[in-house]
């Protein structure tokens, strides 16, 4: 297993392209180890040669944020290794609006959900410890671990200033799917009709408030700095691999040219490489944004969230229920 020693160690869900591939590249420049996690570990290893990464500054290890045994594989693989474990980047998400009806992980959940929240809410609190027992044994004392999640503008009406309307916006109502099992039929988690977009949108939502709520239980007691990042419109990435050819030439243009929120993979994934290990951006709860209207040189600020990702009562309900998802007690001794 290749490694620089005594170098600060990331993990990094759905490295092998788009933002967690440039953010894995801008990490190892600054002298980062990337655990790059995929569930492709050939399609992972071809990206990073692609894009000239040090063989040595990268561990590639198998990972499938939709099963839940894949999860705890993971774990347990990475803690045979024994590397440190200094930041945690959930970056990977699936994304599948063309489906008619719901596809399913092995544990019978609708799949984005299952991938993009449960997912990552399981491998966030499997590995709390790690963040938090680098931190202890961390020789500068003012180091900090860091338990980063991508966000997403559809997510979170504030990125609009609250006044564009959004087509099926994110809203998990009063998370009466997740209250009755989320098994089939269930497959929304507010408990109405499947719509695949709004799953995706909802699963992202989710990601928001349980960052959110890993801030309120962990950071006082611990340090660790957990905080969401949107890095502007990433229009062109796999995650839009399943939506129409048209939608996929006519979306990017629309970014580029109209909205102005379109960024660059590569730009993209430099600025959460930053949220990961810049000290300006050591603050915990932060929802870190570059906007939705790019200009040039224009630095990150602290966005407000929505009412919706913000409710103390909902983060404390979808937490719970969440536990009750991934077979976890609703707190760890830490």
């Given at each position: 297993?290749?490694?620089?020693?005594?170098?600060?160690?990331v993990i990094?869900?759905?490295?092998?392209?788009?933002?967690?591939?440039?953010?894995?590249?801008?990490?190892?420049?600054?002298?980062?180890?990337?655990?790059?996690?995929?569930?492709?570990?050939?399609?992972?290893e071809?990206?990073?040669?692609?894009?000239?990464?040090?063989?040595?500054?990268?561990?590639?290890?198998?990972?499938?944020?939709?099963?839940?045994?894949?999860?705890?594989?993971?774990?347990?693989?990475?803690?045979?290794?024994?590397?440190?474990l200094?930041?945690?980047?959930?970056?990977?998400?699936?994304?599948?609006?063309?489906?008619?009806?719901?596809?399913?992980?092995?544990?019978?959940?609708?799949?984005?959900?299952?991938?993009?929240?449960?997912?990552?809410?399981?491998?966030?609190?499997?590995?709390?410890?790690l963040?938090?027992?680098?931190?202890?044994?961390?020789?500068?004392?003012?180091?900090?671990?860091?338990?980063?999640?991508?966000?997403?503008?559809?997510?979170?009406?504030?990125?609009?200033?609250?006044?564009?309307?959004?087509?099926?916006?994110?809203?998990?109502?009063?998370?009466?799917?997740?209250?009755?099992?989320?098994?089939?039929?269930?497959?929304?988690?507010?408990?109405?009709?499947?719509?695949?977009?709004?799953?995706?949108?909802?699963?992202?939502?989710?990601?928001?408030?349980?960052?959110?709520?890993?801030?309120?239980?962990?950071?006082d007691?611990?340090?660790?700095?957990?905080?969401?990042?949107?890095?502007?419109?990433?229009?062109?990435?796999?995650?839009f691999?399943?939506?129409?050819?048209?939608?996929?030439?006519?979306?990017?243009?629309?970014?580029?040219?109209?909205?102005?929120?379109?960024?660059?993979?590569?730009?993209?994934?430099?600025?959460?490489?930053?949220?990961?290990?810049?000290?300006?951006?050591?603050t915990?709860?932060?929802?870190?944004?570059?906007?939705?209207?790019?200009?040039?040189?224009?630095?990150?600020?602290?966005?407000?969230?929505?009412?919706?990702?913000?409710?103390?009562?909902?983060?404390?309900?979808?937490?719970?229920?969440?536990?009750?998802?991934?077979?976890?007690?609703?707190?760890?001794?830490?």
């Amino acid at each position: 297993m290749n490694m620089r020693a005594n170098n600060p160690t990331v993990i990094i869900t759905g490295a092998s392209s788009g933002v967690g591939l440039y953010a894995t590249k801008s990490l190892v420049q600054r002298g980062w180890h990337v655990v790059m996690a995929c569930r492709d570990l050939g399609r992972a290893e071809e990206a990073a040669f692609g894009e000239n990464i040090e063989p040595n500054s990268i561990t590639l290890m198998k990972l499938d944020l939709g099963s839940q045994e894949s999860i705890h594989l993971f774990e347990s693989s990475f803690r045979s290794t024994g590397m440190p474990l200094h930041a945690l980047l959930n970056n990977a998400a699936t994304y599948m609006p063309r489906l008619k009806t719901p596809a399913r992980s092995p544990e019978g959940f609708e799949l984005s959900v299952a991938t993009n929240h449960f997912g990552h809410y399981l491998l966030s609190r499997l590995l709390l410890d790690l963040l938090f027992n680098t931190q202890k044994e961390h020789s500068q004392k003012d180091f900090r671990s860091r338990l980063i999640t991508l966000g997403t503008v559809t997510a979170n009406s504030e990125e609009f200033g609250g006044k564009v309307p959004i087509p099926a916006p994110a809203d998990l109502g009063q998370l009466r799917g997740l209250e009755s099992g989320f098994l089939n039929p269930i497959a929304m988690i507010d408990g109405k009709k499947f719509k695949p977009g709004k799953a995706y949108k909802d699963s992202k939502l989710c990601n928001m408030i349980i960052s959110k709520e890993l801030h309120r239980r962990y950071h006082d007691r611990t340090g660790i700095v957990f905080n969401t990042v949107y890095p502007g419109c990433v229009a062109d990435t796999a995650l839009f691999r399943d939506t129409p050819k048209a939608f996929q030439v006519i979306f990017p243009w629309f970014q580029k040219n109209i909205t102005k929120g379109y960024v660059s993979q590569a730009l993209a994934g430099e600025r959460v490489a930053q949220t990961v290990a810049d000290d300006d951006f050591a603050t915990s709860g932060v929802h870190w944004s570059w906007g939705n209207r790019q200009r040039e040189g224009r630095q990150a600020f602290a966005q407000p969230l929505s009412t919706k990702a913000s409710s103390l009562q909902l983060g404390q309900s979808l937490w719970n229920l969440s536990a009750s998802m991934v077979n976890l007690p609703t707190e760890d001794t830490l």
